[in-house]
């Protein structure tokens, strides 16, 4: 446990909106030196958009918890939205839905994780739990960070150049 100290104190801190200071490459491969190959194993699998249950209780798994009731909402929201009526939230605060537009409204929701994990990182600060919550909050920021403009337009045009590519092989082949 003495190297995940050490591997804690060295990572910079992370704050809401700003320019992810690691990549989740480099994160990573960090981890990979420090922690045991069963956390590095569970860390790897710890997905901001993972959507099968974890196999074993730990902070990822209550994150999990977390995501699917925000999912339940939102869709029961939609829902109701759709079907012309009014929707009670039960947990989700109604101004991060109702206002804005759509990236707007999504930038909120990102927002919304990051304060359930900050709210609970509270005693986490060498264990696995800690690597965790570090790494969703580096997947949020690198996700933020693409509705940036610049990275936004390059991180599209990639994917219509993968997509051309795969065409293109794909008639060559036919």
């Known amino acids: 446990m003495d190297k995940y100290i050490y591997f804690a104190a060295e990572m910079p801190t992370l704050i809401w909106g700003d320019t992810p200071p690691v990549s989740i490459e480099d994160y990573l491969e960090e981890a990979r030196k420090w922690m045991t190959p069963a956390d590095y194993s569970i860390l790897a699998k710890s997905l901001l958009h993972h959507y099968e249950r974890a196999s074993e209780r730990n902070i990822y798994c209550d994150y999990q918890e977390f995501e699917y009731s925000l999912r339940r909402e939102l869709a029961n929201y939609r829902k109701a939205a759709s079907e012309g009526h009014d929707y009670k939230f ?41 690597f965790v919550l570090y790494y969703l909050k580096l997947q949020i920021l690198r996700r933020l960070s693409l509705f940036e403009k610049d990275a936004g337009a390059k991180a599209f045009r990639e994917i219509v150049s993968n997509i051309a590519e795969n065409h293109e092989t794909h008639e060559e082949s036919s």
């Open 90 to 130: 039960s947990g989700l605060p109604p101004q991060i839905v109702r206002e804005g537009n759509p990236l707007e409204t999504e930038i909120n929701l990102m927002k919304y994780r990051w304060q359930w994990i900050e709210d609970h990182e509270f005693e986490h600060y060498s264990d696995l739990d800690f």
